[in-house]
């Protein structure tokens, strides 16, 4: 490493200002900032609270937040170090226009020059072709209010039916299900609700290098006496501490909640006082399941019939417990079916609605609660409202000043937006915090479909990979430089606040959106000054849905460290716990806690269905894809942060020696993965902590390094997430390094 000159004006010099600081040439501890910015971190969505160092206009460092009460200080690796990015060479500066002549096949183009350009096309191709022909895909780690700004910019200002959002790769089958069963999409407890709990019941979720602050609740209530149990084809490290593993199969998750109720109606485990009074369904849910036998149960799930009964007897006999899943069910063909079966197991037990009791689904990016409630989803008005509902147009028509006749219909998912690509019926686009070339499955079809795009531009502050295939490229906003709201995993909505401004031509998302709305003539209902404007329309375009935010201001979130929605009044404190019994809620009006007009949750038969693809002779194994600790998603922001990528900084195939052995494999070989789609070639990673019929890749890399040229283009019926968790491959020694070895190596 070369040495360090010391001197503050010799670093200034050769690093120049902004990059001094956030590339730890300038040791932070050295500097004193010149304000601390309490606000939340970037990355997941449990939105652990952090104290920005602020010096000249560049985060140095943080200080942990100790009152916030989600965190309590505490942070994991990325949020520690989230603040090295801003100051990374790669930040956009300018806007960009596509020129192959180019060396990186852009050059700087004036902003308003861009804005102009992006108008011209989005009237043409709207002129040419018909306001559907051109599209919106939008992002949830946006704050609120700009994923609030770019449904209305979609219905309102371009008319366009084809709006979605990365949430459809993550959160929409907890979602669908939940309002299947429950009439509302929220996780329906605070975490405060784990630590006194009996059990612990985690399926599918990777918490500790997922959602690593909510480990701490899983071992305090470890500590005060709770069973954990997980349920994982991989021995996570929160699994390493738990009392019950079953190394479950992967998408096979419906087949043991089915046959965990199978059990509970056998013992009789069952709180038969809440089923009757406050639920609807269970008898035909109680025919269902009696197929499932503890043998049948343990012949499709690859769980031993031991392991499924000691579940089922912890689970059944609880006074209290707590269930939490994450992508690890959601991920598949029968997401929707999956998670309706870990809610039927939780309403069977009637533990919901009371202290210690509990039910969540994890939600994944900064802003995937909230994210999915205002309407930037292809079906839906802010408010959870849904756009094909005559009352709810009109309701949202008039807030908004618009005819609701011209208000447009539902369009379709995220990746049917692509599909419309291929047959012409769409020819433009604009993304926001989406990277779908890495983040789609069957990604070399995404390629092909965002190049077939007569015109493509995207907002992001880093040229991310998807971008690369863009017309014009529009320098955003980072988290940092605007304010906003988020809601995290429990519910809770909290504020970002700003702690810097943008550098060079860049600009906060929002305003962007609206010099395009300008530009093309239509500014009206797009000239916000703030994003606190935009808040106080989306609280009255929340109020009386479901999500209902009209009671919230920025004042309130900051006074009680946050407000849990819904909350209908500025008089009332937010609900942290859903369900409780004698609780208000706009749809049941008082006839039961639950969101339907009986007040009553629903039971919903979940009957198993074997993945998409499952193997066979030619592609004998199971490949899972998810996350590694230090690496985010499609990776673009946290692949530029060196301390991250030096934790974990390629792609590796993790495979179990059993299987390793038996395909002739070492530990660290070049070893490829192939589907029908695509291959791949990387190190193998032999481990014990995987089930032997599986390998497990994780997804953060572009190009040849992403796992995603493999997966499989299968989503569910019912909500459209895509089967990420389940393809089946085939798995062989390579012959040698892949011909871009160089890239895969660390120490290049
Ligand atoms: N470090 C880090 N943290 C993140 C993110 C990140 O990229 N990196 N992303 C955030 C986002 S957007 C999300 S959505 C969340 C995701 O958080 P998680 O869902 O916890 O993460 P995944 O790795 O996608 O998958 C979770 C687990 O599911 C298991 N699994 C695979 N197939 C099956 C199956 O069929 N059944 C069961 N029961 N389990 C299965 C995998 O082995 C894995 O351990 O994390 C958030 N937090
Ligand atoms: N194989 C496989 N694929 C998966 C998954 C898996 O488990 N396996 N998980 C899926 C899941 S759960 C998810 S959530 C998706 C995520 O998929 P993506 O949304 O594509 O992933 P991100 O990396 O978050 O990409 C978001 C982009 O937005 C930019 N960005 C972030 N914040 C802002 C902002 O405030 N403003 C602007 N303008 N831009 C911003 C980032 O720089 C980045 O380029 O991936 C899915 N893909
Ligand atoms: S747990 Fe999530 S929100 Fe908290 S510091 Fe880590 S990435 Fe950020
Ligand atoms: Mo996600």
Known sequence: MATLPRNEQDIIAQFGPQRAYAHGERLETDVVPDRLVK?????????????????????????????????????????????????????????????????????????????????????????????????????????????YLMGKFAHMCLKTSHIDYNGRLCMVSAGAANKKAFGVDRSANP???????????????????????????????????????????RITPIARTCDLFLPIKPGRDIALFNGILHLMIKNDWLDHDFIERSTVGFDALAAHVQEWTPKRTAEVTGIAQRGIEQAAEWWGQAKTSFLMH?????????????????????????????????????????????????????????????????????????????????????????????RKIESGEIRGMLSICFNPKVSLPDSDFIARML???????????????????????????????????????????????????????ARQDWRIIQDIAKQLGRERGFTFTSPREIFDELRRASQGGIADYSGITYEKIEQ??????????????GTPRLFEPGSWNPVAKGAGPFYFPDGKARFNVAPYTPPAEDVDAEYPLILTTGRVISQFLSGTQTRRIGPLVDQYPVPRIELHPQLATQLGIGDNDWITAESRRGAITLRAQVVRTIRPDTVFVPYHWAGRKSINRLTIAAQDPISKIPEYKVCAVRVFKAAGPPAYADELEPQQ
């Open 191 to 233: 975490w405060q609700d784990m630590l006194h709990t009996d059990v612990v019941w985690i399926s599918g979720a990777n918490v500790a290098e997922c959602a690593p602050i909510t480990t701490s609740y899983v071992w305090q209530a470890r500590e005060n006496g709770a069973k954990i149990i997980v349920v994982d084809p």
């Open 39 to 147: 606000t939340h971190c970037c990355f997941c969505g449990q939105q652990c609270g952090i104290q920005l160092k602020v010096k000249d206009n560049t985060v140095i460092g943080f200080e942990p937040w100790y009152d916030f009460p989600f965190n309590k200080g505490m942070l994991c690796p990325k949020g520690v170090k989230r603040y090295l990015q801003g100051a990374h060479p790669d930040r956009l500066l300018t806007a960009l226009q596509r020129d192959p002549a180019s060396p990186g096949g852009f050059q700087p183009l004036a902003y308003t020059a861009a804005i102009e350009r992006v108008a011209a096309e989005i009237e043409r191709i709207q002129h040419e072709y018909g306001n559907n022909a051109f599209s919106i895909i939008s992002g949830a780690s946006l704050t609120t209010e700009k994923t």
């Open 560 to 573: 009680q460290g946050g407000v849990f929605w819904p909350c209908p009044s500025v008089e009332h404190p």
């Open 451 to 505: 190049d077939k795009l007569e015109f493509y531009v995207a907002i992001d502050f880093f040229l991310n990979d998807s971008a690369r295939h863009a017309d014009i490229v529009l320098p955003g906003s980072l988290q940092e430089e605007d304010e906003g709201t988020v809601t995290q995993v429990e519910g809770r909505v909290i504020k970002i606040n700003r702690a810097l401004d943008c550098p060079g031509e």
């Open 326 to 418: 994450a992508r690890g069910i959601e991920h598949h063909t029968h997401g929707v079916q999956n998670v309706l079966g870990a809610i039927n197991m939780v309403l069977a037990s009637g533990r919901i609605g009371r202290p210690n009791c509990g039910y969540g689904t994890i939600t994944g990016q900064a802003n995937g609660q909230g994210g999915r409630e205002h309407g930037q989803k292809c079906d839906q008005l802010p408010g959870a409202r849904d756009l094909a509902n005559p009352e709810h147009r009109a309701h949202i028509a008039d807030v908004w000043g618009m005819d609701v006749a011209a208000m447009p219909q539902p369009g379709v998912d995220a990746y049917e937006l692509f």
